[in-house]
T-cell receptor, first 112, second 118 residues
Framework: GAGVSQSPRYKVTKRGQDVALRCDPISGHVSLYWYRQALGQGPEFLTYFNYEAQQDKSGLPNDRFSAERPEGSISTLTIQRTEQRDSAMYRCASAGTENIQYFGAGTRLSVL | AQKVTQAQTEISVVEKEDVTLDCVYE???????LFWYKQPPSGELVFLIR??????QNEISGRYSWNFQKSTSSFNFTITASQVVDSAVYFCALSEPHLDTAGNKLTFGGGTRVLVKP
């Protein structure tokens, strides 16, 4: 596609529910990144894929967070048993051979 | 560990004034990249520029200019003759290259909110 597409744009969920956030990268981009951005702060790295391989998941805060990119294109970030502290903007970025990360519009997650 | 500091949390200017955003970084690597991104009120994150640590030439793009000084670990951003449309949060970011050529996770500063009043 023309840009990085994330869905849903907004997600409101109740504490304890699981959520799945989707990212469709720019066509042909090998690398895909997930970041989390709290209100009033800069984005923080969560995890990174090169093709379908998860190369770095050092930023995932705990084992309730997981991500996959099974066919090397679309990626899903899953948060199990959501907590209020998980409320944030979740941003996806993709990069091609020039290694510049282009971001999607983000998914704003609110956990009630 | 990498760190990016944007000491100015908010800057307010009147249209046509110049505004300079400070960015100071810390890294132990000799090879790294520096970035600026813009987050307008609509919320998306827009890439503005990337600089290589070996290239200290200043860069100008229209009303935007960047001053990279390795000696002071700074990568400052100036908007000349600001316009209302420049109102946004601006983020400075640092990456260290991974061993594979495709990976560069970013460390962001806290951002500087620029408000340009008409």
């Amino acid at each position: 596609g023309a840009g990085v597409s994330q869905s849903p744009r907004y997600k409101v969920t109740k504490r304890g529910q699981d959520v799945a956030l989707r990212c469709d990268p720019i066509s042909g981009h090998v690398s895909l990144y997930w970041y989390r951005q709290a209100l009033g702060q800069g984005p923080e790295f969560l995890t990174y894929f090169n093709y379908e391989a998860q190369q770095d998941k050092s930023g995932l805060p705990n084992d309730r967070f997981s991500a996959e990119r099974p066919e090397g294109s679309i990626s899903t970030l899953t948060i199990q048993r959501t907590e209020q502290r998980d409320s944030a903007m979740y941003r996806c970025a993709s990069a091609g051979t020039e290694n510049i990360q282009y971001f999607g519009a983000g998914t704003r997650l609110s956990v009630l | 560990a990498q760190k990016v500091t944007q000491a100015q949390t908010e800057i307010s200017v009147v249209e046509k004034e110049d505004v300079t955003l400070d960015c100071v970084y810390e890294t132990r690597d000799t090879t790294y990249y520096l970035f600026w991104y813009k987050q307008p009120p609509s919320g998306e994150l827009v890439f503005l520029i990337r600089r290589n640590s070996f290239d200290e030439q200043n860069e100008i793009s229209g009303r935007y200019s960047w001053n990279f000084q390795k000696s002071t670990s700074s990568f400052n951003f100036t908007i000349t003759a600001s316009q209302v449309v420049d109102s946004a949060v601006y983020f400075c970011a640092l990456s260290e290259p991974h061993l594979d050529t495709a990976g560069n996770k970013l460390t962001f500063g806290g951002g500087t909110r620029v408000l340009v009043k008409p």
